[in-house]
């Protein structure tokens, strides 16, 4: 044989063997930015605030997660400036080593108070807590149960586990119930969103603690997008429904409400113990910065402090629902200050998004896999600090797009 032939040949298997080679066909996204219509990684120039500064121009931003609008409050700010004073910009290791300042533990003390229970646990990142959490708690012969639309996060903790995962339709009872029936004499550990962050949606805890009851499973809440909106003074959605002593474990984040960046579980104290030292998300990572954990210190005050601002919030959501509703907008099921706007195809919802920013609203696009197909979306939410005008604009810009793209009459 042609020794040149073997030597194609050859080369020819080592390209196809190429781990980058998925790298070179993935071509989607330059194709989005090739048409104008790639709507991830934009730049923004200033603070999240209700107005951003995206190219030197201001832009209506409902795009964002600072749901009290705490993240440029001067309380906060001024927590976080001390602390990097005090403690500088870093830990330089891990809680379990060098990285536990007394800051930490006086944060995971009002944490647990804040949220009614007797113990809780800071984490870097809120990702990292679902990691940490689902992998330490879930063996090889548990069972872990999710909602198909949970977080990713919680998706990916239990793919880290070593435990069986089952999946019932999205806040469908029925179908939670039949898994359950089916995995009755197993341990269980049922997890659940309480806000749905794609569709602002409610998770219905009433029932799903009934059913944990009657099959024996315990109940671990993601309250993400809950904690600082849903509730009476703010706790989130197990104070919505009255049942906070019916959770086991509540988890949550500072990228939302609490105006940082991290994230904490609370539960018993044997719970919270035993994580503490099985969590490799935990172990492993760095420990959260101390400007972080003062900021977060500092809103959790504001949030008792000035219950006026979770009022104006949910002003500014009946507001926005009623005005997509009448439009003639879908918004699903949403019944909190995430709002989406479903507008079927994945190319409608890029192009959607950038004609909105030309009218200067900055709103972040949602496609499948995140959402099921035909039911690609525009999320738009909402904060405390958007005034009727900010919102008067917003609504006019999506009539005007809406009615160009043939959305809406």
């Known amino acids: ?196 962050s794609m569709e602002g949606d409610i998770a219905n805890l009433p029932e799903i603690i009934g059913l944990a009851k009657k099959y024996s499973a315990r109940v671990m809440l993601d309250d993400a997008h809950g904690i600082g909106v849903l509730g009476k003074t703010g706790r989130g959605t197990a104070e919505h429904f009255g049942l906070e002593d019916e959770i086991d474990i509540i988890m949550g984040t500072y990228s939302k409400s609490l105006a940082s960046i991290g994230g904490f579980i609370a539960g018993s104290e044997n719970t919270v113990h035993y994580i503490k030292h099985f969590a490799r998300s935990l172990i492993f990572s760095a420990s959260p910065p101390p400007a972080s954990v003062a900021a977060v210190s500092a809103a959790l005050d504001i949030i008792d402090g000035e219950p006026e601002r979770r009022e104006m919030l949910w002003k500014n959501t009946r507001k926005m629902l009623k005005g997509f509703r009448e439009m003639g907008f879908e918004v699903g099921p949403s019944a909190t200050p995430i709002i989406p706007v479903i507008v079927g195809e994945n190319e409608t919802a890029f192009k959607m998004a950038m004609m909105l920013q030309e009218e200067g609203v900055f709103a972040n696009v949602a496609v499948s896999p995140a959402v099921p197909n035909g039911k690609a979306l525009i999320r738009t939410s909402y904060m405390a600090t958007h005034t009727d005008e900010h919102l008067d604009i917003v609504l006019h810009a999506f009539e005007k797009v809406g009615k160009t793209l043939g959305l809406i009459e």
């Open 1 to 196: 044989m042609d020794s040149r032939l073997v030597q194609d040949s050859s080369m020819a298997v080592r390209k196809s063997a190429d781990i980058f080679e998925k790298c070179i066909k993935f071509t989607k996204a330059k194709e989005l930015m090739s048409h104008g219509i790639y709507p991830y990684f934009r730049v923004i120039e200033s603070e999240q605030s209700p107005e951003v500064i995206m190219s030197g121009r201001r832009m209506i931003m409902v795009g964002s997660n600072n749901y009290l609008g705490l993240t440029n409050h001067p309380k906060v700010k001024e927590a976080a400036i001390e602390a990097i004073r005090k403690y500088g910009s870093g830990c330089a290791g891990s809680r379990l080593l060098n990285g536990t300042l007394d800051i930490h533990v006086a944060l995971e003390e009002k944490l647990a108070r804040f949220m009614r229970k007797e113990a809780a646990l800071i984490f870097s990142t809120g990702f990292q807590v679902n990691l940490g959490v689902i992998s330490a708690l879930i063996g090889k012969d548990d069972i872990v149960i999710i909602d198909k639309m949970d977080h990713a996060s919680i998706i990916d903790g239990c793919r880290l586990s070593y435990g069986d995962v089952k999946k019932f339709k999205h806040n469908d009872m029925a179908d939670l119930k039949r898994v359950l029936e089916e995995n009755e004499d197993r341990r269980k550990l049922i997890i659940v969103d309480g806000v749905f």
